[in-house]
């Protein structure tokens, strides 16, 4: 309740200001625009202190480190949508996963892990992932992953549940189309 109130005024706001900017200049609406959409995404963020194992020979955070970083976020944040790590009825499987790195990272180095939905399917989900300097804000690597609802049993994917479908709409990163 307090959410969608919160929601609703903030939204009036950027309404608001967007008519203002609007009459005046069409270009100053898009960070209106972007403002507004990152406002109501849900983003599910995981902390993580870089381990000495985790680093290698040339004293940065080696490479497959980071894809441990990105499982446990998607751990957290199915964990976060009412899904137990439980493989007692488990009902999902990684399809694919891929990691760019744009910056080191080093030991006892304090990372957030962000995670948002890019792409609802009807079988499957994409979630990207941002890994970030918990103190300075700078983008250390980006990934996604694809994730196929999948029934175990019968070895084949499956539609997506309403109710995970809704779940995952909260955390939807819609586009901004730039003109």
């Known amino acids: 309740m307090k959410q969608s109130c919160l929601k609703r005024c903030f939204k009036q706001r950027i309404s608001a200001r967007a008519s203002q900017l609007s009459s005046k200049n069409e270009d100053q609406c898009l960070p209106i625009v972007k403002l507004y959409k990152e406002a109501f995404v849900l983003k599910h963020v995981s902390n993580v202190t870089v381990r000495f194992n985790e680093t290698d020979a040339l004293g940065h955070v080696n490479n497959t480190s980071y894809f441990i970083y990105l499982e446990e976020a998607r751990i957290r944040f199915f964990e976060e949508l009412g899904y137990g790590m439980s493989t007692d009825g488990w009902e999902f499987i990684l399809a694919s996963t891929k990691c760019d790195f744009l910056n080191q990272s080093y030991f006892n180095q304090k990372l957030s892990v962000t995670t948002t939905v890019t792409r609802i399917g009807q ?4 979630l990207a992932h ?14 996604e992953a694809i994730i196929v ?7 084949k994917s499956e539609r997506l ?13 819609r586009e901004v189309l730039e003109s």
């Open 130 to 143: 941002d890994i970030l300097d918990s103190n300075t804000n700078q983008l250390i690597a980006s990934g």
């Open 123 to 126: 079988k499957s989900f994409k």
């Open 161 to 173: 549940p309403d109710a995970l479908r809704y779940k995952l709409e909260e955390y939807l990163q």
């Open 149 to 155: 609802f999948f029934d175990f049993n019968a070895q």
